[in-house]
């Protein structure tokens, strides 16, 4: 059965675990299915992975980092959809004036106003396998994103140890009643946009399968 997207409306979940806040998204399943389309096949050819690593610019002690070709990016997965880019510019704009409308008057008026573009700087596909993991880091630009689209069977069915394949954002020093990691299960479909800034690792798991992340890094002009 064709899914039908025209009707679709965004929706944002806020998290707020510390002061600055994570908002979630569900990624609609064409672009999952186009992004996985897209990664199998560089992943398939040894010289398309050559030509599009990104390891040697990403901390991660994984299996495969590829960057994302532009043309990805501006394709329409789906009539009732968006390209992929403007998809994500319309999370973003939800992400700033969520964010705006918390702060005082003139942060209000500039939610009001919205954001006049939103600036893609780079973005790649992790495939992580048993062992591999993601150290404590930022990313640059102003926004960042990390969205999943696969996950081994064993951090699905909760198989593995405690936080195994979950990521983990850092912020502030453990004190009394106040607790500076907030771990998040990660599930397929599944986008967290957060500023660059914040730290956030990966735990390593341990069961058989890929798991496959889409990272990007955005700013955004007043």
């Given amino acids: 059965m064709t899914e039908n997207y025209k009707d679709y409306k965004l929706k944002g979940t806020v998290h707020a675990p510390f002061s600055p806040i994570l908002m979630e998204f569900e990624i609609p399943k064409p672009y999952v299915d186009a992004l996985n389309a897209y990664g199998d096949k560089i992943s398939a050819s040894d010289k398309k992975s050559k030509q599009l690593d ?4 990403l901390v991660g002690n994984v299996k495969q980092e590829h960057k994302i070709e532009d043309h990805i990016w501006n394709e329409k997965s789906h009539e009732g959809l968006p390209s992929l880019f403007n998809w994500v510019g319309h999370c973003v704009s939800m992400y700033v004036k969520t964010k705006l409308k918390q702060g005082d008057k003139q942060d209000n008026e500039a939610a009001d106003r919205g954001i006049k573009k939103v ?4 973005s790649w596909l992790v495939n992580s396998i048993a062992g591999d993991f993601n150290p404590p880091h930022m990313h640059f630009g102003q926004l960042s994103a990390a969205g999943w689209l696969k996950m081994p069977e064993s ?6 140890r405690e936080h195994a394949g979950w990521i983990e954002f ?3 020093n453990p004190a009394m009643w106040i607790d500076p990691k907030y771990a998040i299960k990660p599930h397929v479909g599944q986008l967290f946009i957060f500023p660059n800034w914040l730290l956030h690792q990966v735990y390593p798991f341990r069961g058989k399968g890929l798991r496959r992340t889409i990272s990007f890094n955005v700013s955004v002009e007043f």
């Fill in 170 to 172: 850092l912020y502030g």
């Fill in 119 to 122: 600036a893609l700087h780079n």
């Fill in 54 to 57: 990104w390891s040697d610019n």
């Fill in 155 to 160: 951090v699905e069915k909760d198989e593995e």
